[in-house]
T-cell receptor, first 116, second 111 residues
Framework: DGGITQSPKYLFRKEGQNVTLSCEQNLNHDAMYWYRQDPGQGLRLIYYSQIVNDFQKGDIAEGYSVSREKKESFPLTVTSAQKNPTAFYLC???????????????FGEGSRLTVL | GEDVEQSLFLSVREGDSSVINCTYTDSSSTYLYWYKQEPGAGLQLLTYIFSNMDMKQDQRLTVLLNKKDKHLSLRIADTQTGDSAIYFCAESGSSASKIIFGSGTRLSIRP
């Protein structure tokens, strides 16, 4: 079945370490997104990519980095520069061209990062 | 700027109707959405409404859109325990590549 797979589901990190969260999709979607979710704050956009080898900063990109070398993959690195990295991270994808475009986002199951 | 607001909590009795409300600011939004998030999981699209519609019904779900007041609501008829979740309102905003989410409404069901 088609979908989005995020890994790992849970991750613990010591302060000062970089960590990379994986996101893979087999939906053949062009656009991919990373959101951060904190209690009572909804979803905030970190980075998004509309096409391979191109990506843009979202609202809270500081302390994060991404790459988009393949259409299926959009990994997120949480660097040591991110001051408050403990959160639930959600990856999503969407169709951006063609008659079926409704802007619907398809989400992965999320990765919960805890900094010790 | 673009903003979506919704109340944080709603509690209803099992079998009653739930109404979750949302206000948004961007009148140019093409689509407005309701997503559902169950504990520890990602979001799933429940339904969406095109901006030139006033109402959309899908089984137990009814979406009402008041463009003049920029108000969107989701009504869940005959609320069940399986409806317990966080419900997010979202708008497509001025850019199709950037969907704006509200803070989510946590719906709890009491017996």
């Amino acid at each position: 079945d088609g979908g989005i797979t995020q890994s790992p589901k849970y991750l613990f990190r010591k302060e000062g370490q970089n960590v990379t969260l994986s996101c893979e999709q087999n939906l053949n979607h062009d656009a991919m997104y990373w959101y951060r979710q904190d209690p009572g704050q909804g979803l905030r956009l970190i980075y998004y990519s509309q096409i391979v080898n191109d990506f843009q900063k979202g609202d809270i990109a500081e302390g994060y980095s991404v790459s988009r070398e393949k259409k299926e993959s959009f990994p997120l690195t949480v660097t040591s520069a991110q001051k408050n990295p403990t959160a639930f991270y959600l990856c999503a994808s969407s169709i951006t061209q063609g008659a079926r475009v409704t802007g619907e986002l398809f989400f992965g199951e999320g990765s919960r990062l805890t900094v010790l | 700027g673009e903003d979506v607001e919704q109340s944080l909590f709603l509690s209803v009795r099992e079998g009653d109707s739930s109404v979750i409300n949302c206000t948004y600011t961007d009148s140019s939004s093409t689509y407005l959405y309701w997503y559902k998030q169950e504990p520890g999981a990602g979001l799933q699209l429940l339904t969406y409404i095109f901006s030139n519609m006033d109402m959309k019904q899908d089984q137990r779900l009814t979406v009402l859109l008041n463009k003049k007041d920029k108000h969107l609501s989701l009504r869940i008829a005959d609320t069940q325990t399986g409806d317990s979740a966080i419900y997010f309102c979202a708008e497509s905003g001025s850019s199709a590549s950037k969907i704006i989410f509200g803070s989510g409404t946590r719906l709890s069901i009491r017996p």
